[in-house]
């Protein structure tokens, strides 16, 4: 397959490239020990398109295919994965699960603002007995005629308190088991809607996680999103373009973690010579760019599938495992070529390594993905 970058992809690269070492690197250690919310920063990448890049332009987004958002994703992981899923949750799952199967009322109340970044939004599926097991909703929603009331908690959410509108999953006929969940839209500040306290995570510490609980709140029958019972394919359709952009976020943290190996490899000398000079530092390297690559190539093939209209559930589902364990062994390594300045933040890459962890965790453990990919292989 052929991944070479149209001239206005290799544009969206340069600009977010830009953007991260200019405007994401400069206090990217400050918000992480802080647990600060970027929020000059996610107005910048509103105002660049970054918050709503495949949504079409009459909503406000910037009508650009997933490959380009891939790269953006890569780019602004290399430098802060907390900035970065802040973009894939508003795009993957927020946006894109709206413009696909949200009525054209929901689009212009919502979707607009959402691509434009002037509000960010939040995807609310997982519960303390409910994360990669979709279907044991605990969190109810009540046909009451003209309006459902929502209790429940979730946990885990990301964008938990700055988001301003939430994509809620939760049961409405325990009988009809995942046929009857449904995906509503709840606005922040609807009564009886309490949000819990911030995590306190190991990494992507930037970004903020909290529990929403959720008590009798009426959530109006035009909030629904598709028909009755649609609320588990939303979630499961919507997951499944979520992967790619947690894959590329996975790819983003090793390429960054391995350019900085790179380069301090080059400068660090040890008995006589750049430890690059040595073959035990130099095959290191070797493995790391190789399974980079690798993971590179899987990544895009998820994107390219999805933008091609082609089933992207197995490439996606490779793309995320693969580029998860990459980014995962690839910190680690860049950790250990740096040696003791590996394990302070200056250097940046024990927050790569911390970072790392969740992209094995969300969107689907490890675990997960080998489910998606072995029922996909065995049902051929």
């Known amino acids: 397959m052929n991944f070479t970058l149209t001239e206005e992809q290799r544009l969206i690269q340069e600009a977010a490239r830009d953007f991260a070492q200019n405007d994401l690197l400069p206090g990217v250690i400050e918000r992480d020990e802080a647990q600060k919310f970027p929020t000059d920063e996610v107005r910048k990448m509103g105002e660049l398109g970054f918050l709503g890049m495949m949504v079409d332009p009459k909503y406000g987004g910037s009508g650009l295919d997933t490959l380009s958002y891939v790269l953006v994703m890569e780019e602004l992981s290399k430098i802060d994965a907390s900035s970065s899923v802040i973009v894939s949750v508003n795009n993957s799952l927020v946006c894109w699960g709206l413009e696909t199967f949200g009525t054209e009322a929901q689009k212009e109340k919502y979707l607009t603002r959402l691509a434009t970044g002037e509000i960010i939004g939040a995807f609310c599926l997982s519960e303390p007995e409910a994360g990669s097991d979709a279907t044991s909703q605990k969190t109810t929603a009540i046909d009451k005629g003209d309006y459902y009331l929502l209790n429940g908690t979730k946990n885990w959410i990301t964008n938990g308190s700055s988001a301003e509108v939430y994509l809620v999953i939760a049961q409405t006929d325990k009988d009809k088991k995942h046929k009857g969940i449904n995906a509503l839209i709840v606005d922040k500040g609807a009564k009886g809607f309490e949000l819990g306290p911030k995590e306190n995570k190991l990494g992507i510490r930037g970004s903020d996680t909290h529990s929403l609980m959720f008590n009798d709140v009426k959530v109006p029958k035009e909030n629904r999103i598709g028909e009755d019972g649609f609320g588990f394919k939303f979630a499961m359709k919507t997951l499944a373009g979520g992967r790619i952009g947690i894959a590329a976020q996975a790819l983003g943290i090793a390429a960054g973690a ?102 094995q965790i969300y969107e689907g453990t490890s675990e997960i993905q080998k489910i998606v990919i072995s029922r996909s292989i065995l049902t051929d």
Do not use: P, W
Not at 286 to 305: G, P, Q, W
Not at 331 to 338: F, G, L, S, Y
């Open 258 to 359: 391995y350019e900085l190996a790179l380069k301090y490899s080059k400068e660090r000398k040890a008995f006589g010579t750049e430890i690059s000079n040595h073959q035990a530092i130099a095959f290191k390297l070797a493995d790391m760019h190789t399974n980079i690559e690798a993971a590179r190539n899987l990544v895009y093939k998820a994107a390219c599938d999805k933008d091609s209209n082609e089933d992207y559930d197995l490439s996606g589902a490779m793309a995320k495992l693969y580029a998860s364990q990459v980014a995962m062994d690839t910190t680690i390594e860049a950790v250990q070529i740096h040696g003791g300045n590996g394990f302070v933040k200056d250097y940046h890459v024990e927050r790569l390594m911390r970072d790392a962890k969740i992209t």
